[in-house]
C-alpha cells in the first residue's frame, strides 16, 4: 500500500492535476487495448500476433514487414505509412516477437496497419488521455490505484471497488448508471473533505444574550417561518464558543433585512457593524434600523460622514468606508450583498474592529442558490436558506419581440397615467456592431421625446447614486444598465423591460424582475428579445418566480463554480458530477461525511 507518492510520482501527480489517489482513481482509461493473443483475425478490429518476421522491404512512403503469425499459422502483411527511421529497429528479419495493430482484409489477403511490438501480452491494458506518456500514466495507476488505498482514503468499500474495477476490469464495457453515480460520489467526497479541512473555528470570547423572540413581539408584522429559523440559527451561533461563521441567502424580497436587524438584537450588549455595497443601500437598511430598533443608538457612516469617534454606537451600518475607519471593538460583523465585495475587503472589515476576540461573522445576499449549492457550501462555512417571502408576488412575465412594442408602450402609459414606475434595462451604454440592440445613448432620444420625467444611469455614471434617489422621488421612466441589479427599493415601480434578455444569467434576470413588486404591488416584466423561434431557457423562467428553482435551472447552462482556491480541473468545479441534477448523490455524501466524524 502506497498512499503518498515518492518525490518523483509526486511530479507526475502535479502534471496530472491530482492532489491524492482518489483524484488519480477519477481519470479513468478512456478505453481499452485487448493484449491477449488472437484466436482469429476480423476486419477492422485491433489484433495480437506471435509472429517470425520474414521479410522487410522500405520504400519511400511505407516500411511493408511479411509476418508468418504462429499462433494464427497464417502470412500476413504488416504495412506503417510514413515509417520514422527508429521503426526500422523493430522489425530485424528472421526475430520473432509479439505485434500488434488493426487488422484489414484487402484483395484477398491480411494485412496488419502500423504493427507495434509489444513488451508483453495476455492482458487488457487500459489507454488514458492524460499529459503523461501512456505506459508512464499505467504504471502510475497501477502503483496508487488500490482497493485498500482508496479505502484508506475515507471512501465506502463499495465505491472503492468500483473505481479499481473502472482501471482494472476483467471484461470492459460500457460505464453503467451505478458505476457512474460512484464516481461522482468519490468526487463529490473528495472535494467536500478538501473544503472541511480549510474551514477554521476561533474561539471568542463574545456571547450574544439579546432577546430576538421578545423584539420580534414589538413588530406591526409576522416575520416568515424561514425568517425565524434562520434568526434561531443565528442565536445558537452567537452564544457560542466559537466565532460564527455564517452565510444567509434570501430570496429576492424574503425580508432578510429584518434578520439583519434581529441579529444587531441578539448579539446585545455587544456592538454590531453592518457594511453594505452602496450608499443608497446602507442608508435603506439606516432608515429600517432606526425605525425598528428604537432603543439602539445607530450610526450612518459613508464616504460622506465627518469622521468623529464612533465609540457611543450600538449598531454601525456603512459602505465600504467602514474599511477607512477606525471602529471600536464589536462582537458581530456583517456584510449584506457580500458578493458585492472583493474576498480582501471582508476579510479587512472582520480584522480592522479593536477587537481581542475574534468578531461573530454574518454574510447576506439575495441571491439565491441551488439547493446542492449550499450543501456543499455548508461544509465550510454554515448556511441558511430563506426561501419564503412575506406576501405572496404578483409578477406576470411576458417575452416579446418587435412586433409587441406596440402593446409595451400602451401598458408603459397606461402604468404612468396611475403614478407608477417603469425601468428600462440596455444591454450597452453606447452602441456596438457586435450587439443587436440599442445602446441607451442610441435610445434616451426615443424615451425623452415621448415620455416626461425620463432618467439615465450607468455602472460608468459616478452620479447613479444621486439619479437613482432623484427617479425614486421625481421619474416616470429610468434607462439603466444592470447597475440596478441589487438593493434599491422603489415602492412604485411596477414594470421592469429587459432588452436583450437572452444575453443575461437567469439569476440576474431575477434580480432585475425583483425590482418591481416589492410592495405587493401588481408587477410585470417583459423580456424583450431580437431572436426568432422558442427559447427554452426564457420560457421556463417566465412561468417561475422561486428564486431557488431558477438558480438550479441556471445551472444547467453554466458551469458550477468552484469553491476551492487553486482548483485543478481546467477551470471546472466537477469532471462527473452535474450540480444541476446531482441533489441526491450531494446529500447522500454530505450524509456520509457527517457519519464519519
Not at 184 to 213: C, I, M, V
Not at 337 to 365: C, K, V
Not at 434 to 463: L, P
Not at 535 to 563: V, W
Amino acid at each position: 500500500m502506497r498512499l503518498s507518492p515518492n518525490s518523483e510520482d509526486a511530479d507526475k501527480f502535479r502534471r496530472l492535476g491530482v492532489l491524492n489517489i482518489t483524484e488519480l482513481a477519477l481519470l479513468i482509461p478512456s478505453s481499452f487495448e485487448d493484449r491477449r493473443l488472437s484466436s482469429e483475425l476480423t476486419h477492422n478490429a485491433p489484433c495480437v500476433i506471435d509472429a517470425t518476421v520474414e521479410r522487410v522491404t522500405r520504400t519511400p512512403k511505407t516500411l511493408r514487414i511479411v509476418f508468418f503469425a504462429h499462433n494464427l499459422d497464417e502470412v500476413i502483411e504488416g504495412i506503417i505509412f510514413n515509417p520514422k527511421p527508429y521503426m526500422m529497429h523493430a522489425f530485424v528479419q528472421g526475430s520473432r516477437g509479439f505485434y500488434g495493430g488493426k487488422a484489414s482484409w484487402d484483395t484477398g489477403k491480411w494485412e496488419l496497419i502500423h504493427p507495434l511490438k509489444l513488451s508483453q501480452i495476455g492482458s487488457i491494458v487500459p489507454v488514458y488521455k492524460t499529459p503523461l506518456r501512456a505506459d508512464v500514466m499505467r504504471r502510475l495507476a497501477a502503483r496508487y490505484v488500490s482497493v485498500e488505498n482508496l479505502l484508506e482514503e475515507g471512501l465506502p468499500p463499495e465505491v472503492a471497488k468500483i473505481l479499481y474495477r473502472l482501471h482494472f476490469p476483467a471484461v470492459p464495457l460500457a460505464l453503467t448508471e451505478k458505476e457512474l453515480r460512484a464516481l461522482k460520489f468519490a468526487e463529490l467526497y473528495n472535494y467536500l473533505r478538501r473544503l472541511r479541512k480549510k474551514r477554521r473555528y476561533h474561539p471568542t470570547s463574545y456571547r450574544g444574550a439579546g432577546d430576538a423572540k421578545r423584539w420580534m413581539k414589538t413588530l406591526p408584522f409576522e416575520l416568515t417561518d424561514d425568517q425565524k429559523g434562520a434568526i434561531e440559527h443565528i442565536r445558537r451561533d452567537l452564544a457560542g464558543e466559537n466565532a460564527a461563521r455564517r452565510m444567509i441567502v434570501g430570496d429576492v424580497g424574503s425580508g432578510k433585512t429584518m434578520v439583519i436587524l434581529a441579529s444587531a438584537v441578539l448579539m446585545r450588549p455587544y456592538r454590531s457593524i453592518l457594511m453594505a455595497p452602496t450608499t443608497i443601500l446602507a442608508a435603506q437598511l439606516y432608515e429600517e434600523a432606526c425605525k425598528f430598533l428604537p432603543d439602539f443608538k445607530i450610526a450612518l457612516v459613508t464616504n460622506k460622514t465627518k469622521k468623529t469617534s464612533l465609540d457611543g454606537y450600538d449598531f454601525i451600518i456603512g459602505t465600504h468606508a467602514l474599511l477607512y475607519r477606525d471602529l471600536p471593538e464589536a462582537g458581530l460583523v456583517m456584510v449584506d450583498e457580500q458578493h458585492r465585495f472583493g474576498t480582501a475587503q471582508r476579510h479587512a472589515l472582520s480584522r480592522i474592529t479593536d477587537n481581542d476576540s475574534p468578531p461573530h461573522y454574518l454574510q447576506f445576499s439575495a441571491t439565491p442558490i441551488p439547493r446542492t449549492q449550499a450543501m456543499i457550501d455548508s461544509a465550510h462555512i454554515d448556511v441558511s436558506l430563506i426561501r419564503q417571502t412575506p406576501f405572496a408576488k404578483n409578477i406576470q412575465t411576458r417575452l416579446i419581440g418587435k412586433s409587441g412594442f406596440p402593446a409595451l408602450l400602451e401598458h408603459i402609459r397606461s402604468e404612468i397615467s396611475q403614478d407608477r414606475q417603469i425601468l428600462i434595462i440596455y444591454p450597452l451604454v453606447e452602441q456596438s456592431e457586435a450587439i443587436n440592440y440599442q445602446s441607451i445613448e442610441e435610445a434616451r432620444g426615443y424615451w425623452e421625446k415621448n415620455f416626461e420625467n425620463v432618467y439615465v444611469t450607468h455602472g460608468r455614471d459616478k452620479e447613479k447614486e444621486a439619479v437613482l434617489l432623484q427617479f425614486r422621488e421625481h421619474g416616470s421612466i429610468l434607462l439603466a444598465t444592470t447597475v440596478v441589479e441589487v438593493g434599491i427599493s422603489l415602492p412604485r415601480l411596477s414594470t421592469v423591460v429587459i432588452v436583450g434578455a437572452e444575453r443575461l444569467g437567469l439569476s440576474t434576470l431575477h434580480q432585475l424582475r425583483g425590482r418591481v413588486s416589492r410592495t405587493g404591488l401588481a408587477g410585470y416584466c417583459y423580456l424583450y428579445t431580437n431572436t426568432s423561434g422558442k427559447n427554452e431557457r426564457l420560457e421556463a423562467f417566465s412561468g417561475c418566480l422561486n428564486g431557488f428553482e431558477i438558480a438550479a435551472f441556471d445551472l444547467r447552462y453554466r458551469q458550477s463554480g468552484d469553491l476551492l482556491e487553486g482548483n485543478v480541473q481546467s477551470g471546472r468545479a466537477f469532471r462527473w458530477v452535474d450540480m444541476g441534477s446531482d441533489e441526491e448523490t450531494v446529500k447522500e455524501v454530505v450524509d456520509y461525511l457527517k457519519q464519519k466524524d
